[in-house]
């Protein structure tokens, strides 16, 4: 007995400790939730950079509320503490607020700059405009308007310069690199043109994007025909320096050029004779190349002719075949919906264009608009059965009866065909554009407004499903 009674008393304690747990931390979410909430919302807005003094007040006097209440000091000092950083948030989001309209042109800056990466590729510039947009956000705080503009103009135009610096870098990095080792190698000295070229073609991009910093695709290219230059002058310098070294090395260089041309003639079955020179070779090669283009296009536009008409045999035999399985498809998800309703609550009826849902078995309370709980299962048939028609348009038409005053009917048939369609957006996924409500009052009746019967199917509410998609 007393075996069964020590276990029992072990998970009473387990489970008073894990109410007093939960109790412990709900009590500090009502103290603290607020306060932290604030903090999160004011940090979001960008409070840290906008108004740095202000909400480092707050987060420090939330978290000295937070180590009194871990130490278990007075309730007081905590909601005092917790007082101040509420109210230094506060001040934190009017400072926001002003700032974003004071330094809005600097915090356009600031984003280009970040995200051109230039804390990164341009970090010294860029951390003195974090400085000064610093100092530009406590004159703020300060009220200081007219110092803060004037700062923040500086910070701006450091931001642009740091933007622009981590643009050049990030594009002309590998351009400016290949120059270097030219220069190194002497290139300017052994292949002077090649080596000018590079070096002008660095120069046209520098001031290119110094005027069209999001010019990428242009500068990029730019870059990489620089790159190529500088490669082509370290090359060609490579080389002149083995002539100068061995003069023997000028034959090899014309035998290799002549044995290329060669190699190139045989593909074209042709056999070239270098004994005036290679100019003979180079235009046949030409030539035999200028016949081949010819024949290319030829081929080409051969080609797309009877692309063209076999395209067009397969579009006819998809479309017919498409169009047969739309209509197999359209019609088995026509023949779902009709199923899903009984005769009593809704008639069901397509004429090609549009798929009518009359609501036959949803009423109101006469002069209201509120749709009582027993229908609910009706409207929820109605979401299934619109779900099957996911993209396309919704009309919820409302009808009443001739009784009454016109203007009066049509306002509630209004309100009514608006109440069907929140109540079908509030539990569904579909989307609120695609569902219209209208209301037609007695305008457009389907039956007899002499007769008690005929009233009672004018009052109506009508799903009408566009299927022109």
């Not at 990095?173 to 590079?198: I, S, V």
């Not at 060669?262 to 290679?278: C, L, P, Y």
């Not at 047969?324 to 779902?336: G, Y």
């Amino acid at each position: 007995m007393q075996r069964q009674i020590m276990p029992l008393f072990m998970v009473v304690c387990v489970l008073l400790v894990s109410v007093s747990s939960v109790n412990a931390q709900s009590a500090k979410e009502s103290l603290f939730g607020d306060v932290k909430s604030m903090i999160d919302e004011a940090r979001d807005q960008g409070a840290e950079w906008l108004s740095p003094e202000f909400f480092s007040q707050a987060v420090e006097n939330y978290e000295t509320a937070n180590q009194y209440y871990i130490n278990n000091e007075s309730t007081r000092d905590v909601r005092e503490k917790l007082n101040e950083a509420r109210r230094f948030c506060q001040r934190a989001m009017e400072v926001i607020k002003l700032g974003k309209m004071t330094l809005k042109e600097p915090i356009a800056a600031r984003e280009a700059a970040m995200k051109a990466q230039a804390n990164a590729y341009a970090e010294e510039l860029y951390q003195e405009a974090e400085g000064l947009f610093r100092d530009a956000a406590l004159e703020i705080e300060d009220g200081d308007l007219d110092d803060a503009r004037e700062i923040g103009n500086e910070a701006e135009s450091v931001y642009r310069k740091a933007e622009l610096k981590s643009i050049k870098d990030r594009i002309l990095g590998e351009a400016r690199r290949r120059l270097a080792d030219a220069t190194d190698m002497d290139a300017a000295e052994y292949a002077p043109a090649t080596y000018k070229r590079a070096a002008d073609l660095l120069d046209d991009v520098e001031n290119f994007l110094t005027n069209n910093r999001y010019e990428f695709e242009t500068a990029i290219k730019k870059a990489k025909e620089c790159a190529y230059e500088a490669n082509h002058s370290i090359y060609l310098t490579s080389r002149i320096k083995e002539l100068q070294n061995d003069d023997k090395n000028w034959e090899q260089i014309l035998l290799e050029r002549e044995a290329d041309l060669q190699r190139i003639s045989q593909k074209f079955d042709e056999r070239a004779f270098f004994d005036n020179g290679t100019a003979a070779a180079v235009s046949m090669i030409l030539s035999r190349i200028e016949q081949m283009q010819k024949r290319n296009a030829d081929l080409i536009a051969e080609n797309a002719k009877l692309q063209d008409q076999y395209s067009q045999v397969q579009e006819t035999a998809s479309t017919t075949s498409a169009e047969l399985e739309r209509k197999k498809e359209l019609e088995a998800r026509i023949e779902k919906v009709k199923s899903m309703f009984s005769s009593s609550e809704a008639k069901v009826t397509f004429d090609g264009d549009n798929l009518l849902i009359r609501l036959i078995g949803l009423n109101f309370q006469p002069g209201k608009a509120i749709i009582q709980p027993e229908f609910f299962s009706l409207l929820t048939k109605v979401q299934l059965a619109l779900k099957e028609f996911p993209e396309d348009h919704v009309l919820i038409e409302g009808h009443t009866d001739s009784k009454g005053n016109p203007r009066i009917n049509k306002q509630l048939s209004e309100k009514r065909a608006k109440t069907v369609r929140e109540y079908i957006i509030a539990n569904s996924g579909i989307k609120r554009e695609q569902i219209t409500a209208v209301g037609y009052g007695d305008t457009k009746p389907v039956a007899s407004n002499k007769t008690a019967d005929g009233r009672a199917k004018n009052r109506r509410i009508d799903v009408l499903i566009s299927l022109n998609n």
